[in-house]
Nanobody, 126 residues
Framework: QVQLIESGGGLVQAGDSLRLSCAAS????????MGWFRQAPGKEREFVAA????????YYADPVKGRFTISRGNAKNTVYLQMNSLKTEDTAVYYC???????????????????WGHGTQVTVSS
């Protein structure tokens, strides 16, 4: 079993920055991509960003390209999401997730991830 714990959320103003962290522990999860997703009230959970185990490849949803950066810590069991130039539409609960397979196939799909954190709230005010 893998445990994922997110942190770093909060209330900020539009244009501000936040850095989310996700710490993974538990069974071996080496070679597995990890991702960030978000869910706004009344909306489905959506893909935000993903990164391969080595960190050599990253993937972003169009709305966050150029503003968000996903990265992995040196120990590989921590994933970060640097969020710059935040907009009110970025308001959501942000979830960290571990992909169920080592492949990058389906890396942007929620159904490709089997372990999820409890989420951290990000609220961007105008």
């Amino acid at each position: 079993q893998v445990q994922l714990i997110e942190s770093g959320g909060g209330l900020v103003q539009a244009g501000d920055s936040l850095r989310l962290s996700c710490a993974a522990s538990g069974r071996t999860f080496s070679d597995y991509p990890m991702g960030w997703f978000r869910q706004a009230p009344g909306k489905e959970r959506e893909f935000v960003a993903a990164i391969t185990w080595t960190g050599g490849s990253t993937y972003y949803a169009d709305p966050v390209k150029g503003r968000f950066t996903i990265s992995r810590g040196n120990a590989k069991n921590t994933v970060y999401l640097q969020m710059n130039s935040l907009k009110t539409e970025d308001t959501a609960v942000y979830y960290c997730a571990l992909k169920t397979t080592k492949s990058i196939i389906g890396i942007t799909s929620t159904t490709s991830y089997g372990s999820w954190g409890h989420g951290t709230q990000v609220t961007v005010s105008s």
